[in-house]
């Protein structure tokens, strides 16, 4: 009889449940691990919800991780009951995209708990090459890099200078990232959000201080702010429509607007504006290999506190039961963090 595990499956918008899954078979360029941790993210709740565009059900969830390695390779490199995090983009390594150093946003791109099985589970068997080294990092912080580097990528797209004014529109994790290294690399940061008791909460995990709440005043308060000069850069990690159009206004002359949230539709914008400001528009998608390092550095370093980014917890056991409550009621969460031990 095959071996099984336990596992968290959505089995279709708003049915979700720990089932037993088969454990698999480990290939020969593969480790297995036995999970330590797995954050819940946005993409978590909208796979409960129906809401995600790219999703075939059922599916095994869960793409922040961390575990240990209960079997690598011989010659890998790697050790038994090694702590390692988890790179959840498993890359082609062949496109065109991954020949010029992007596997992020590789062709063939396959994301784990998206378009395969995730590591809400036992054990996960996955690629080598899609370990990272989480040296001196507890369980927690190693499944934290992710999220987090997601945010560090966003920044370093941006290019954010020391002293430049800095304004991260949404203030869930992806935009909580991204505001933290928006500050370790110098820059002044603003946090908006509509919600007030959400901005509370993020100012106390980050100290950062310069948070407004985004109402129907928010273009004339933001530009009182600056003077009327905008911002250098922009990063919009709200994934709302709305939202993302109108950071454009937001914006300075020859400044940057990064859009790290993803919409399934089209935005518009006005194109004279847009030319007048000689402003730039980029994408961010997911990180690569010199984000994790970033993360890990600066976790390692003291700059960013997990411990008060993980709000919530739960297990193994109970997460059917968690993850559908906090999925309708975020009210004081930033991160949750599910526990396998």
């Not at 976790?299 to 109970?318: A, E, M, S």
Request: glycine share 10%.
């Amino acid at each position: 009889m095959a071996a099984t595990m336990q596992a968290v499956v959505c089995n279709a918008p708003h049915q979700i449940a720990v089932e037993p899954r088969p454990v698999g078979i480990v290939g020969a360029d593969q480790v297995q691990l036995r999970l330590c941790r797995a954050g819940i993210c946005g993409t978590d709740y909208h796979i409960y919800s129906g809401q995600h565009p790219f999703l075939n059900y059922p599916r095994v969830i869960g793409h922040e991780l961390s575990g240990v390695i209960e079997t690598a390779p011989e010659g890998s490199g790697w050790t038994v009951g090694q702590l390692v995090a988890v790179n959840p983009y498993i890359a082609c390594g062949d496109c065109h995209a991954c020949n010029i150093g992007k596997p992020n946003c590789c062709m063939k791109i396959a994301v784990l708990g998206v378009h395969r099985d995730g590591g809400m589970a036992e054990l996960l068997n996955l690629p080598v090459r899609n370990l990272i080294r989480a040296d001196g990092l507890t369980a927690d912080q190693a499944a934290s890099v992710e999220f987090l580097a997601i945010g560090a990528h966003a920044v370093r797209r941006g290019g954010v200078a020391p002293n430049a004014r800095v304004l991260v529109v949404g203030a869930g994790p992806i935009g909580i990232g991204a505001a933290l290294f928006a500050r370790i690399a110098g820059g002044q940061v603003t946090i908006i959000d509509r919600d007030r008791d959400r901005l509370a909460l993020v100012a106390a995990a980050t100290s950062i201080t310069e948070v407004m709440q985004a109402d129907e005043h928010i273009a004339a308060t933001l530009a009182d702010a600056t003077s009327g000069d905008g911002f250098d850069v922009v990063f919009d990690a709200t994934g709302n429509q709305a939202s993302m159009e109108a950071s454009f206004a937001h914006v300075g002359h020859g400044g940057v607007l990064v859009l790290v949230g993803l919409l399934k539709a089209r935005i518009s914008f006005d194109d004279p504006e847009f030319h007048r400001r000689e402003m730039s528009l980029l994408a961010s998608r997911n990180a690569t290999q010199t984000d994790f390092d970033h993360v890990i550095s600066a976790i390692r370093d003291g700059q960013v506190d997990v411990g008060r980014l993980i709000t919530h917890r739960t297990t193994l056991r109970q997460v059917a039961t968690d993850l559908p409550r906090w999925a309708a009621d975020k009210t004081g969460l930033i991160k949750a963090m599910v526990g396998f031990d």
